[in-house]
C-alpha cells in the first residue's frame, strides 16, 4: 500500500517536477562555484537575470522561491517569521520576498467582478480604471469611482488563483509529512504543525471576506482616534475574491522623498504610526501585522493611513499575559524571571541547559540595562533574543514568533521615517499601563474564574476517570506502558555475561571429554571455546569500566 503523502506527490508530478527544476537551478551555483569557467558561471541566473554565482545560499532560496511564485513567496514570507527556527540571516533575506508578477487583464478583472457581484461594473461604477494601480501575487487593485462620486479602490483577485496555491498547498503538506516521518533532525522543528498553520493562513488570505472583516475590525477600534485613519469599506461591493474600500488620497510611506517633501513632521507620523500598532498589540491584541513602510500612508494633517489589512495576528489573554510579564521582567533586569518566562512560552528540549541559557541571558540584558531609551533599539535586542532561543533548540508557538517579527519591523519602519523615534520610549507608558492591569481587581477576578473553570473541570472529571481506571483494574483489562530509558547498554551487557558463562561451560565439557577433532590431545572446539569466552568476557569487563554500550566503537 502506497503512502499517502507519495501518492499526493504523484498526482502533483508535473508541478513537482517544476520545483525540482528550480531547486536544482538554484543549487548549481555552489555545485559549480569553484570552477573558473565564465560561460558556463554566465548561464547560471535567476528568472530577472541576476547572475548565481557567488551569491549566498540565503540570496538564492530567496530568488528561488520567488520564481515558483504566489505559494513559495508566501512561505517565504511567514518563515521569516520564524527566526527562532531559520535563524537571522535567512529571516533577513525572506524578509524581502517581493512577488514580481506582470498585471492580469483588465477583461478578467471585469469578469471576476460580474460573477460575484451580478452586475457589469458600467452598472456597479460610474468609472473603472483598466489600468490596476498595483499588481501583487495574489491581487491586483483597480481604482474606480461610485455613482456617488466617492473615490474608492476595488481589489480583485487573480483568476484561478486558488487551484494553483491548492496544488502547491498539497505538495508542500505531504513534503512535509515524509520530512517528519524521516528525518529526526527535523522532527522537533514540527514541519507539519508549520505547514498546517502556513495552510490556514494563505486560505484565510485567499479568502477576501476576511481582510473585510479586518478593515470594520480595526475601524471600529480607532473610531475616536483622530490621527489614524483606516479605509471605509463598501460591503455592498465585496466578496470572497473582491474588497472595495475608500481610496486613501496621501503619500505612501514608501517614497522617502516625497515624504520628506511633504513639510510634515515626520518625527510625529512615526510617533503616531508606532503608538496606533502598539495600542493594536498591547490594548486590542489584534493587530497589522505588516508594518512595512508601504502599508501605511502620510495623510494631510499628519494622519496615519492603513491599507493592505489582509495580513493580522492574534494574541488572546493567555499569551498576551506571558509576553507581558517576559518584557518586564526584561525591563526589572531579573535574569531567572527572564529566564523562566521564555522557558513557559516555548517548547523546551528535555535536555536543554537552563544555567548556561540563564548566563547567556544575563549578559544578553547587560547589553541593555543603564542605557536610555532613546539608545535601545528594540527591533536588535528581540532579534538577539531570538538568535538565544535559537541557539537553544526553543520552539516558539506561532503567534509570538508573528508577534515578535512585527515589533522588529515596526522598529525599522518607524526609524526609517525618523531616526529620532525610540520604539522603547514609546513602549514605556505601554509597561506601566501592564503593571497596572495586572494589578487591577478584573484581572483578578478574570484569573480567578479561570482558575475556577479548571478546578471545576478537574473536579467533574476527576471522579469519572477514578471509576473507570477501577473498573478496568478489576475486569483485568488495565495496561500500563512503559518506556524505559538507557537500558540497552544494561540489557546488552547482562545477555554478553550469559552467553559468556554459557561459552565458557560447554567449552570444558567439549575439552574434558577429549571431543574431536585432538590436537595434541586437546578438544580444537573446546579450545576455541575458551578463546572465544575469554575475548567476550574481556570485552564484557572493558564495557562495565566505561559504563558503555557494548556495541560501541570506542
Not at 518563515?79 to 535563524?87: E, N, P, Q, V
Not at 494601480?133 to 483577485?157: F, N, P, T, W, Y
Request: proline share 5%.
Amino acid at each position: 500500500m502506497k503512502i499517502d503523502a507519495i501518492s499526493r506527490l504523484e498526482r502533483h508530478a508535473k508541478r513537482l517536477g517544476e520545483i525540482a527544476a528550480v531547486l536544482g537551478k538554484y543549487g548549481l551555483a555552489d555545485m559549480f562555484g569553484g570552477f573558473d569557467y565564465p560561460w558556463l558561471n554566465n548561464r547560471l541566473r535567476s528568472a530577472d537575470g541576476q547572475a548565481l554565482a557567488g551569491i549566498s545560499t540565503a540570496a538564492r532560496i530567496r530568488l528561488a522561491l520567488t520564481e515558483l511564485g504566489t505559494t513559495a513567496i508566501k512561505l517565504g514570507q511567514m518563515l521569516s517569521t520564524r527566526g527562532d527556527l531559520i535563524g537571522p540571516e535567512l529571516t533577513v533575506e525572506l524578509s524581502e520576498l517581493q512577488a514580481n508578477v506582470p498585471a492580469e487583464s483588465a477583461e478578467s478583472a471585469r469578469a471576476v467582478l460580474r460573477s460575484d457581484l451580478g452586475q457589469p461594473v458600467e452598472q456597479l461604477f460610474a468609472e473603472f480604471e483598466d489600468t490596476p494601480v498595483a499588481a501583487a501575487s495574489i491581487a491586483q487593485v483597480h481604482g474606480a469611482r461610485l455613482h456617488s462620486g466617492e473615490r474608492v479602490v476595488v481589489k480583485v483577485r487573480r483568476s484561478g488563483i486558488e487551484l494553483k496555491v491548492t496544488t502547491d498547498l498539497e505538495i508542500i503538506q505531504a513534503l512535509a509529512e515524509l520530512l517528519e516521518k524521516h528525518s529526526p533532525s527535523l522532527r522537533p522543528y514540527q514541519p507539519v504543525a508549520i505547514v498546517r498553520q502556513f495552510r490556514r493562513t494563505l486560505l484565510r488570505e485567499l479568502d477576501f471576506s476576511y481582510e473585510k472583516r479586518n478593515l470594520e475590525e480595526f475601524a471600529a477600534h480607532f473610531a475616536d482616534e483622530p490621527h489614524v485613519h483606516i479605509p471605509r469599506v463598501h460591503p455592498a461591493l465585496c466578496s470572497h475574491q473582491i474588497v472595495t474600500m475608500e481610496r486613501l488620497d496621501g503619500i505612501p510611506g514608501s517614497d522617502i522623498q516625497a515624504l520628506r517633501d511633504s513639510g510634515e513632521d515626520l518625527t510625529e507620523f512615526a510617533r503616531r504610526g508606532a503608538s496606533m500598532y502598539l495600542e493594536m498589540v498591547f490594548r486590542d491584541g489584534f493587530y497589522h501585522a505588516d508594518p512595512h513602510p508601504g502599508n501605511l500612508m502620510l495623510l494631510p494633517g499628519c494622519i496615519v493611513g492603513v491599507i493592505d489589512c489582509g495580513q493580522v495576528g492574534r494574541i488572546d489573554d493567555e499569551l498576551r499575559d506571558e509576553v507581558e510579564a517576559l518584557l518586564l521582567a526584561i525591563v526589572e533586569n531579573d535574569s531567572g524571571q527572564v529566564t523562566e518566562q521564555v522557558l513557559r512560552l516555548g517548547a523546551v528540549p528535555s535536555d536543554c541547559p537552563r544555567e548556561r541559557l540563564r548566563a547567556d541571558l544575563d549578559d544578553f540584558m547587560a547589553d541593555y540595562v543603564g542605557h536610555p531609551l532613546r539608545d535601545i533599539n528594540v527591533g536588535q535586542a528581540l532579534s538577539s533574543l531570538i538568535e538565544i532561543i535559537r541557539r537553544y533548540h526553543i520552539t516558539l508557538p506561532p503567534p509570538l514568533a508573528l508577534l515578535l517579527k512585527t515589533l522588529i519591523i515596526l522598529e525599522g519602519t518607524s526609524r526609517r521615517f525618523s531616526p529620532e523615534v525610540s520604539l522603547a520610549e514609546l513602549m514605556q507608558p505601554f509597561c506601566q499601563r501592564m503593571i497596572l492591569r495586572r494589578l487591577s481587581p478584573t484581572r483578578v477576578m478574570r484569573r480567578a474564574r479561570r482558575t475556577y473553570r479548571d478546578w471545576d473541570r478537574l473536579i467533574t472529571l476527576l471522579p469519572r476517570d477514578v471509576t473507570d481506571l477501577l473498573a478496568r483494574f478489576r475486569d483485568g483489562t488495565l495496561t500500563v506502558h512503559l518506556d524505559h530509558r538507557h537500558l540497552d547498554p544494561i540489557i546488552n551487557r547482562l545477555v554478553l555475561g550469559v552467553l559468556t558463562a554459557a561459552i565458557f561451560l560447554g567449552s570444558s565439557q567439549l575439552w574434558s571429554s577429549e571431543a574431536r577433532p585432538l590436537l595434541f590431545g586437546v578438544s580444537v572446539f573446546g579450545a576455541l571455546g575458551y578463546l572465544l569466552s575469554l575475548f567476550l568476557g574481556w570485552r564484557l569487563l572493558r564495557a562495565i569500566r566505561r559504563s558503555g554500550n557494548i556495541n560501541s566503537k570506542d
